[in-house]
């Protein structure tokens, strides 16, 4: 028996309570038992009911009259299309889901009670009670020709209208030559909760109306999540608003820090201090193509001719090593490693390094071809950039007045020949400033104290290299004198480094308090093991691994990495300044 009405109200089966909505009933019949003496008690009942999403109404079942596609003839083509890859899904897993869905496809309820959207093309007549369905808007009853007919107030379910998409926008059904050219289009990228929603409506539609697939692949993107790993919905109030991204950090920072983040798995997490991170970035972009415009003035060099610093040779293998990287990435939809891949060489290989390295050679003008790789490599970092941050990289490009006219129809950068061991010996050139910085940042030593480096070493490829490379060892690491020999002792008081092909000491008796820095080390020495046991006691306890979120335990094994890894530096830099 129904009891309710369109409105939600109670209808006549309801008897005294007929008109009244369901909360109105429930209160009123508890005050009749009350009246009629009969009431026993009122308590809570929880069980479960349906609400709706929006507004959080509980949602009463009603029975009622609907419109059904029959889909197994549908589906039936659209799965071998997915199980041959006609349609390629990246990644490939989501074709599981796809397939569990479509082998168990059901009849599809079509029609919905809204007042928004395309209207069921389903009339009434009013004469005779015909139902009439047709392509056109019928003037009169086929049967009893009277004029009296109306429209099914009903409109089509919005994934109906979604899924003809493809071809429903360039004129079909109409054989336009927007349709024959843009169908099948090559790609879609949506996210894979609507995988049977729209993905395989679209399939189904596309093959049973055009006969062909509408796309050759669908990219799946993950959901965007918070920092904790919960996705973004407005009702719980953890999005990120992109209007508010826009005006306090700009859209090309959102842009990396999405790509950065778009992995294939599930989800991708984004949080405020990822696109902070990123604005970093571009500001650092923006400060690095000021550094080579502020040198170059009004020039426009090529490249040399002749390349033959260890610099410029590095620079240039590692940006053509970079592009087969980022086209790779970009060519399998790892976008997330693209980027890296883009941030990794614009940050350290072209800032930290090779900037640093050519302000040396533009301070003391020694030649010209700096400022010919310099130029070139501004200009392939920025074709790099434009699919990842467009309006900073065009910004620039218009700056620079190359052609073409815009970065956004500019081919994408070709490789050039990578070679592995310019890359190897510039690893060895850093290995020794980043052991020299490491002596200075963690013995205190001022950063005005010039220092003394001596360098022991049986490879006389390095000893020649470091030995050309002088001067701007002294101005990477504040020295005065390097002194590089096969025989030469660490004097007492000196910070050692041992690297791979060499030993390195720095004198410190006279820049620093040696017993001061001693009693520090032992200090801070004991700190650390204190924080390693305790991370090993996480990390040996069974309760820990097994309750702990696997973020957590991950977490807890890099801190103790990093531990273990200080623990052993601090012991060295104590026991060389002990000797």
């Known amino acids: 028996i129904n009891i309710l009405n369109g409105d939600g109200t109670l209808n006549e089966n309801a008897?005294?309570?007929?008109?009244?909505?369901?909360?109105?009933?429930?209160?009123?019949?508890i005050e009749d038992l009350k009246t009629a003496l009969v009431l026993v008690k009122v308590e809570p009942y929880p069980?479960?009911?349906?609400?709706?999403?929006?507004?959080?109404?509980?949602?009463?079942p009603l029975i009622s009259n609907q419109w059904f596609v029959r889909m197994k003839e549908l589906a039936a083509p659209a799965i071998e299309a997915v199980h041959s890859d006609e349609v390629m899904f990246i990644p490939k897993r989501w074709k599981r889901l796809y397939f569990d869905w479509m082998e168990n496809i059901k009849d599809w309820c079509i029609s919905r009670q809204l007042w928004w959207g395309h209207q069921i093309p389903v009339w009434y007549c009013q004469a005779c009670g015909e139902t009439i369905v047709s392509r056109e808007d019928p003037a009169r009853c086929p049967v009893c020709r009277s004029a009296e007919i109306h429209q099914d107030s009903d409109v089509l379910d919005t994934w109906f209208s979604s899924a003809l998409f493809p071809f429903s926008v360039m004129g079909w059904p109409e054989e336009t030559a927007e349709l024959n050219y843009f169908y099948p289009t090559?790609?879609?990228?949506?996210?894979?909760?609507?995988?049977?929603?729209w993905v395989a409506r679209m399939i189904m539609m596309g093959i049973h109306f055009m006969g062909k697939v509408p796309f050759r692949q669908?990219?799946?993107?993950?959901?965007?999540?918070?920092?904790?790993?919960i996705k973004m919905s407005s009702s719980r109030g953890n999005i990120i608003d992109p209007l508010e991204v826009k005006d306090s950090y700009g859209m090309d920072a959102l842009r990396f820090t999405l790509a950065q983040s778009t992995s294939k798995g599930r989800g991708m997490r984004v949080a405020m201090r990822d696109i902070e991170s990123s604005r970093n970035f571009l500001n650092k972009i923006w400060n690095m193509a000021r550094f080579v415009l502020l040198n170059?003035?009004?020039?426009?060099?090529?490249?040399?001719?002749?390349?033959?610093?260890?610099e410029d040779r590095f620079i240039l293998s590692r940006l053509s090593r970079t592009i087969l990287?980022?086209?790779?990435?970009?060519?399998?939809?790892?976008?997330?490693?693209?980027?890296?891949s883009l941030y990794a060489f614009i940050w350290h290989d072209f800032c930290d390094w090779y900037l640093e390295l050519a302000k040396v050679r533009?301070?003391?003008?020694q030649d010209q071809a700096v400022k010919g790789i310099l130029y070139h490599v501004l200009k392939e970092i920025l074709k790099l950039l434009h699919p990842f941050v467009p309006f900073i990289s065009e910004e620039i490009w218009q700056i620079l007045g190359e052609e073409p006219v815009s970065l956004s129809i500019a081919a994408f950068p070709q490789p050039a020949t990578s070679d592995s061991q310019v890359e190897a010996k510039m690893a060895a050139f850093q290995e020794v400033v980043n052991a020299v910085r490491m002596i200075r940042a963690e013995l205190n030593v001022p950063q005005n104290a010039r220092l003394k480096v001596l360098v022991r070493t049986f490879n006389p490829e390095l000893s020649a290299l470091l030995a050309r490379k002088s001067q701007a060892l002294n101005a990477l690491v504040g020295a005065d004198e390097w002194q590089?020999?096969?025989?030469?002792?660490?004097?007492?008081?000196?910070?050692?480094q041992v690297l791979t092909d060499a030993e390195l000491f720095v004198p410190l008796t006279e820049l620093i308090d040696i017993n001061a820095e001693c009693s520090r080390l032992r200090k801070e020495l004991n700190q650390v093991k204190t924080e390693l046991a305790k991370a090993m006691r996480n990390l040996t306890n069974p309760s820990f691994l097994e309750q702990a979120p696997r973020e957590v335990v991950k977490k807890e094994h890099k801190k103790q990495e990093e531990l273990l890894a200080k623990q052993e530096r601090l012991q060295a830099n104590l026991t060389a300044l002990e000797e």
């Open 218 to 229: 669908v990219y799946f993107t993950p959901l965007i999540e918070d920092e904790h790993g």
């Open 325 to 340: 990287t980022i086209r790779a990435n970009l060519d399998s939809y790892n976008f997330n490693l693209a980027s890296e």
């Open 15 to 29: 008897d005294a309570y007929a008109g009244l909505t369901v909360e109105e009933a429930r209160t009123r019949m």
């Open 362 to 365: 533009l301070a003391f003008k």
């Open 47 to 60: 069980h479960s009911i349906g609400h709706c999403q929006r507004c959080d109404t509980p949602v009463e």
């Open 186 to 197: 090559s790609l879609l990228i949506t996210g894979f909760d609507i995988i049977f929603f």
């Open 484 to 496: 590089i020999k096969k025989d030469i002792s660490a004097p007492p008081g000196s910070a050692r």
């Open 296 to 310: 170059l003035g009004d020039e426009r060099p090529g490249l040399p001719a002749e390349i033959s610093e260890l």
